[in-house]
């Protein structure tokens, strides 16, 4: 019996789980559905897909350059909160 020795491998840690930069950016959602899932714990959709569950302040995190981009292109609305998680 003999002992093979592998060739060596560079390995990256993951640090994300596929989501991309999702974790980084604060996202645009319906303001009602992100009340309720902080109350509820049901994940939402935001506007450029990322599905979570909102629980940290927002104001901390750039704005997500996706959700930002269908944000501006939706019509305006009448009640000036901008729903943003």
């Not at 093979?4 to 950016?25: A, V």
């Not at 714990?41 to 629980?55: D, E, F, H, N, Y």
């Amino acid at each position: 019996m003999s002992t093979k020795i592998l060739p060596e491998q560079e390995t990256t840690p993951r640090l994300s789980h596929g989501d991309g930069d999702h974790e980084r950016f604060a996202h645009y959602a319906d303001k009602h559905k992100i009340t309720e899932s902080m109350v509820t714990g049901t994940p939402i959709r935001a506007l450029c897909g990322k599905v979570w569950v909102p629980s940290r302040d927002p104001k901390k995190y750039p704005v997500c350059p996706e959700c930002k981009e269908i944000y501006e292109g939706l019509p305006q609305g009448g009640d000036g909160d901008d729903g943003k998680q």
